[in-house]
Structure formats: C-alpha cells, structure tokens
C-alpha cells in the first residue's frame, strides 16, 4: 500500500486572456469595453496520489493561485481542470469557484489560491498534460474572460539524480548520493554511487500502484544489505520530471526514512 503524497512541480504557467464569443446575429457595433479585470496565473502546481490499491487510479490535483493585476474586482464562475492522455484525447471536470477558492470573488490587486482541484485517471503513463481554465466577469464589464495555464508532463527519469540516500546500510545512515538511471518504458535500471565512491546496481519500474527503486548493496550481494526506494512523489519543472521524493526501507534491520532526489 503507498502512501498519499504531493508533488509541486516546481512551475509557472503562462496566462491567457480569452474572450468569450458574442452570442446574436446583430451587426450594429459595440461600443469598446475599457473595463477590464486582469487574473494572472502565478502558480500552477500539480500533485499526484499514489492509489492505496493497484487498480490504477491516480488521483491528479491542481494548484492555482490567482492575482488581480489590473486594479478591477471580477466575479469568478467555472473552474475547468483538463486532463490529456497520450493520444491527445481530453478529459474535464468543472467546479463552481467557490468550490474551488471558496470564494467566488477577488478583490482589486487581490489573490486567491485553490488548494485542490483534483481528478482521477487510471493510469500514470497515460497522462501527457493537465490544465486549468478560470471564468470570469470584471466589473462593469459586459464580456466574460478567462484565465488559463497548462503544461504538458513528461514522466523520464533518466539521468543524474542527487540527494541523501542510505547507501551504506547496516548503519542506515543516509549520505549524499548518485542515482543514474536509464528509464525504457516502464523499467528502470542504473546504479547508485555512495560519496565514497562505492557503486552498486539498481533495477525498478513502474506499475499501476508507483514507483519502486531497488538497490543492491555491497557486492557479493547480501539481501539484508539492501534498500528499497518507494518514490511517491514526481515533481515536475517545465512539464518534465524534475524531483523524487519518497521512503526508503531495509527489510532486514527494519530502518526506514524518506529520500528527496533532484535531477542534476
């Protein structure tokens, strides 16, 4: 069973300003609106949650913060949450803002941040991209807009990869360690070097409940000696993964802890 975890990925979004199509078949022209409410994105964050059974349910949850930068209030309306698989196909699920910000107003040059926008696909390599799309009316503005951000994710952990891993168990202490890794499909393999400069094998993979590490520790192999990483957080920077964090455990001497590693 895996624990439920967050993952920031560490991004910010861009932010577009869509008009909504006018609605009627006149011609006659409309006056300019000059009032106008400005919401930029400042924060987009996605998190994913490691199922508690393996039937393949990842739980995606977004993170918006909101901020006012025209000198305008603005009423909220839907919050959309867009989830894209690999083959470009679309899933949306849409929350009234309170629900989302708990409220459904901002203030002039005020902010809102949305915790927890979430939705479940099946399973995690069938994620390419998430976005969020917020609706609003300015003040004394006729016309709704929105304001929206997207990144597309792509799950690679290949390569270099630092932080305090416990490579020299029996003492179970952790140092600043060297995970190379080279991902093809769904299996991983690579090693692992200690700051000592001790270098051990690694296999691992993904399957529809996370992300297992294994290390083999101190040659010739004794299982005791070794560590399995349960990573149950990606981040993600720039739409590409870009943080593991999870726990580690040897089965033998009972020692468990968490790990963060940062691509290099």
Do not use: K
């Amino acid at each position: 069973m895996h624990s439920r975890i967050a993952l920031p990925c560490g991004f910010v979004a861009s932010v577009l300003l869509l008009p909504l199509a006018g609605c009627g078949g006149s011609d006659s022209p409309v006056a300019p609106d000059h009032t106008t409410a400005a919401l930029a994105v400042e924060q987009f964050t996605v998190q994913l949650t490691a199922p508690d059974a393996d039937d393949g349910a990842f739980v995606v949850e977004a993170g918006v913060t909101l901020r006012e930068t025209a000198g305008v209030g603005a009423t909220l309306s839907v919050v959309t949450l867009t989830l894209t698989d690999t083959a470009g196909v679309p899933t949306s699920i849409e929350l009234e803002a309170a629900e989302a910000f708990g409220a459904n107003r901002i203030a002039p040059g005020g902010t809102l941040t949305a915790g927890r926008i979430a939705a479940t696909p099946r399973l995690l390599f069938a994620l390419a991209g998430v976005g969020v799309r917020v609706g609003f009316l300015a003040d004394g503005a006729r016309q709704a807009a929105s304001a929206q951000a997207s990144t597309e994710l792509s799950i690679d952990v290949s390569g270099d990869w630092t932080g305090d891993l416990p490579l020299r168990v029996p003492a179970g202490q952790a140092q600043l360690g060297v995970l190379t890794l080279d991902q093809s499909g769904e299996a991983v393999s690579g090693s692992a070097t200690s700051a000592d400069g001790f270098r051990f094998r690694v296999t691992g993979g993904f399957s529809t409940s996370g992300f297992d590490i294994y290390i083999y520790n101190y040659p010739p192999h004794d299982p005791c000696l070794d560590v399995w990483l349960d990573v149950t957080a990606i981040g993600f920077r720039d739409g590409h993964t870009d943080r593991l964090r999870g726990r580690w455990n040897n089965e033998c001497s009972g020692g468990t802890g968490t790990f963060e590693l940062r691509r290099r």
